[in-house]
């Protein structure tokens, strides 16, 4: 019988091993590390084919956290990628609070756009799964000797306009669910009922999609700055392998 190769044993070995903190958290990440199967089921024998795994290793362990902790109850609203009121609707809200029954408005908007990309962030691991699958080994080698956030960005520009027109009806269900965007005309019929003021008409659509994409690739940013400038966050042979020839 043909010995398994153990640097492929150790790589499973790791996805077997990853838990997550909460009942929900587990079920995600189970599904994801399913997904992410098909990032780590070639391993090339040669040093460029290490540096591409090592990369999509990476990358793998950024989005999970990402994922996971952002689509958790209020992964969002609890950490520092908290979407807040849109800086051209905060004359309208500021108004709006005056308007009986919307003193809340503030609390109550954020709180549903909040929750809305929570449930649209579960929708995210397939396609990131493609992109990190097709990473290349001349595009892992560039990355890994470029800059800090040089893996982010690669994933950024593979995969945002996919995941925002992804989002887009995801976010849509999802602000309905919490009725944000019935909300949201409450309070933009509200305004434009009081008198003097300009009629305006904003959507949330697009604005809670880009915040919350924001949010996701800001994580996985700090996830590889952590793997790229602190050893012990390098847990696996690979990754160890791999990033030490950036520190050179």
Known sequence: MQCMNPKFTTIILMAVLTLSISTGAID????SD??????????VPESNGDISQGLKQALEFGVREAVVALSAENGYFDSPYKILIPEEARVIVDKVKMVPGFQNVEEELIAKMNDAAELAAKEATPIFVDAITNL???????ILMGEKD???RYLETQTRTSLYD???????IALDKVNARTYWKSVISAYNNIPLV??????LDDYVNNKALDGMFGMIEVKEAKIRTDQSQRTTDLLRSVFKQQDK
């Open 150 to 152: 040089a893996a982010t």
């Open 166 to 172: 992804l989002f887009m009806p995801e976010i849509q």
């Open 28 to 31: 995600l990440q189970a599904q």
């Open 136 to 142: 290349s080994i001349k595009d892992a080698t560039n």
């Open 34 to 43: 399913n997904l992410f199967k098909k990032t780590l089921n070639k391993v």
């Open 198 to 203: 300009k009629k305006v008409n904003p959507e």
